[in-house]
């Protein structure tokens, strides 16, 4: 499995913007559909992104749609997720993951590899 350190949180006013970066290490980081993922207390997972492997084809929640831009750079072995209108609601532990399946982009048990996470707050 492959290793994901998550990077880029912290404290925002609402509108501001975040970029999240997630360094993969110990594979080939254009093996693996990657994404986006975010938690908050009390609450399961929730798909938030994510990316072919190519970096061709991009997916992403309606609630983050048209304000969230996922990207790759597989030369790097780096994720991105560059987040802008940024709300209250976002407020959240993002993580990163790394899945090795064929045409599956939103179902969190099929990643089989996860970051620790980064906090994200986003205040009003």
């Known amino acids: 499995q492959v290793q994901l350190v998550e990077s880029g949180g912290g404290l925002v006013q609402a509108g501001n913007s975040l970029r999240l970066s997630c360094a993969v290490s110990g594979g080939t980081v254009s093996m693996y559909i990657m994404g986006w993922f975010r938690q908050t207390p009390g609450k399961e997972r929730e798909f938030v992104s994510s990316i072919s492997r190519s970096g061709g084809n991009s997916y992403y929640a309606d609630s983050v749609k048209g304000r969230f831009t996922i990207s790759r750079d597989n030369a790097k072995n780096t994720v991105y997720l560059q987040m802008n209108s940024l709300k209250p609601e976002d407020t959240a532990v993002y993580y990163c993951?790394?899945?090795?399946?064929?045409?599956?982009?939103?179902?969190?048990?099929?990643?089989?590899?996860w970051g620790q996470g980064t906090q994200v707050t986003v205040s009003s």
């Open positions: 993951a790394a899945s090795t399946y064929m045409g599956v982009y939103s179902d969190p048990t099929r990643f089989g590899s």
